[in-house]
């Protein structure tokens, strides 16, 4: 199956896996509400939601590209709390909870110390029609001429992952999902980065990395 742009694919696989994630949920919380990319919205009486994206990165995944994952994140009325990312082509298991860090496989993770623009590696996502959100394309232009690195892999979850294992200086993406988004915030947050969102440009705009990292990508929105 597919959505209205040619390459935001969604699988059987995703479906099946949102369904199996929510079962286990509700069986294990089951006054926890749950919202999840392909559809589902539960309410909950806890004041905690489980955010889930069963697979990020599905057209990669549907094309034999290892650069998928799964991630979930649970909130609360003060944001993220606890997530967990996936890799299962390399077995990497991400996870963070609020104050008390972020591992790899049980590793503690930084993220790394910023550098000037034209030496660092940033990830920027721009597919799936974020390219004609209002002043987007000027941003990405500004990102080609000064990032030294631009990466998009098309797994913003696990781009942000690399970014809190020190993989990646930083990350960027318009108009955010939370699916997309509140799991590896959690990450780069936990490993001693910033996570946030942007709300002056002229397309809100999501930036994670150290925090002079996200000075610098913050820098690219403003009109020149």
């Known amino acids: 199956m597919k959505s209205a742009e040619p390459t935001d694919v969604v699988t059987v696989a995703d479906r099946e896996a949102e369904a199996a994630a929510v079962a286990a949920i509700a069986a294990a919380r089951p006054d926890d509400g749950v919202f999840g990319e392909e559809g589902t919205d539960r309410a909950g009486s806890s004041g905690r939601r489980w955010v889930i994206d069963a697979v990020d990165g599905t057209f990669n995944f549907s094309h034999g590209i290892p650069a998928w994952c799964a991630a979930v994140v649970l909130t609360d009325a003060a944001g993220p709390l606890a997530c967990a990312v996936f890799d299962a082509e390399r077995g990497e298991l991400f996870s963070a909870a609020r104050g008390e860090g972020a591992t ?112 610098a990508l913050r820098g690219l929105l403003r009109s020149r």
Do not use: I, Y
């Open 104 to 215: 790899l496989n049980e590793r503690a993770l930084h993220v790394r110390d910023a550098v000037p623009l034209d030496r660092a590696a940033v990830s920027c996502q721009w597919g799936f029609g974020k390219l004609g959100l209002p002043g987007a394309r000027r941003v990405v232009e500004r990102v080609v001429d000064e990032v030294g690195a631009v990466r998009t892999p098309g797994s913003g979850t696990l781009e942000l992952a690399w970014v809190a294992a020190g993989r990646l200086h930083g990350w960027m993406q318009p108009d955010a999902a939370e699916w997309d988004w509140l799991p590896g915030a959690l990450l780069v947050s936990e490993a001693g980065g910033e996570a946030v969102t942007v709300d002056d440009a002229e397309v809100p705009w999501s930036l994670a990395g150290a925090a002079e990292t996200v000075a």
